[in-house]
């Protein structure tokens, strides 16, 4: 490691701090030992900019400190614009945008395109579908059989998604994804959840069974708890609970790195499938994904019901990874 990796000014450098499992080198007794000195990255967190066809500022909400006195979001977003300056946005804004031109034409040759505008929009009129078992289903059972044309209303894609039956068993795609999630050999991949008391947990599937580790600092693993998955079902969530899953899901329709994952995820399905279907699949999956978070971390405290404080729990041990998707357009 040089000086020039840790400088503050240094933007736009592929750092590694990592020490054991992934923990950052420089951190001792939940504290940075190199504060005044921390990285660009280290000083934005949780603001980074996202370079579309735009620019975007996203928060990450995996972030505890979000909303705690003294911090201004806006003012970190405003610092981290003026710290790149104008030409170097204007640069990585022409070269994203170009990457974005590909896939738009790659879209309207397979006729399978669908404006930004219209999937958005489609996004928020099925905002109640996407906090409801029933409509989650809907919505996984269109992204794989729906036909639609290129160009759809969005009112018209939200009437073939209510009118599709809902043959999606979400209970047990829940399960089966969010199983896989933590079938992983190397410890320093695994999601992690921060808790209330800033302790590392990660949980990793051994055999049968998940396993929950507290992550110390110089990497050392602790044995916490040991459950099994097939006994993780989806708990009710009450109206509170589902105004907060569906004010985030709000959120991501707004994301523009969510909707150049999408497009990744068209181009890496060839085109096969109309942009509204690979859109909405993704945005539905990200929604179960959430849902069966908090209930996996709710059932570990014996919950029976999901309120809105469980869904932030499972927000912040979601959030971080969904913006860890590989996309089409860059975080600079
Ligand atoms: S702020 Fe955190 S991640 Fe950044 S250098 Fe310090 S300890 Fe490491």
Not at 113 to 139: A, C, I, M, N, Y
Not at 149 to 169: G, H, L, Y
Not at 173 to 197: H, K, N
Request: proline letters at 4%; one cysteine or more.
């Amino acid at each position: 490691m040089t000086d020039r990796h840790i400088s503050p000014d240094v933007r736009g450098a592929a750092i590694k701090l990592k020490g054991a499992h992934g923990s950052c080198y420089f951190l001792q007794d939940k504290r940075c030992r190199i504060y005044n000195d921390r990285p660009h990255f280290c000083r934005a967190f949780p603001v980074n900019v996202f370079v579309g066809w735009r620019i975007q500022l996203n928060a990450n909400l995996s972030c505890r400190g979000i909303g705690l006195p003294g911090e201004s979001l806006e003012d970190i977003g405003n610092d981290l614009l003026n710290g790149f300056g104008q030409e170097r946005l204007a640069s990585e804004t022409a070269t994203a945008g170009r990457v974005f031109s590909d896939f738009i034409r790659n879209c309207r040759d397979a006729a399978v395109s669908q404006s930004f505008t219209s999937l958005r929009e489609t996004g928020k009129l099925l905002g109640d579908e996407l906090v409801d078992p029933l409509g989650l289903s809907r919505l996984l059972t269109y992204a794989e059989t729906g036909r639609t044309a290129q160009n759809s209303p969005a009112r018209d894609i939200v009437k073939r998604v209510r009118r599709t039956d809902p043959e999606a068993n979400i209970e047990e795609r829940a399960l089966i994804d969010g199983t896989e999630l933590f079938d992983l050999p190397d410890l320093s991949l695994l999601p992690v959840y921060v808790d209330e008391q800033l302790t590392w947990r990660i949980y990793r599937l051994v055999g049968k069974e998940i396993v929950e580790y507290a992550l110390a600092e110089d990497g050392k693993i602790d044995e916490r708890l040991r459950t099994d998955p097939s006994n993780v079902e989806l708990i009710t969530m009450n109206g509170g609970a589902k105004a907060a899953m569906k004010d985030y899901v709000g959120t991501v329709n707004s994301r523009d790195c969510f909707l150049g994952h999408a497009a990744y995820l068209c181009d890496s399905e060839n085109y096969d499938f109309n942009f509204a279907q690979v859109y909405l699949g993704a945005l539905a999956n990200n929604a179960l994904d959430l849902w069966w978070r908090s209930s996996f971390l709710a059932h570990l405290k014996s919950k029976d019901e999901l309120g809105p404080a469980e869904i932030r729990e499972g927000l912040v041990f979601f959030d971080m990874d969904l913006l860890d998707l590989p996309t089409i357009g860059a975080f600079i």
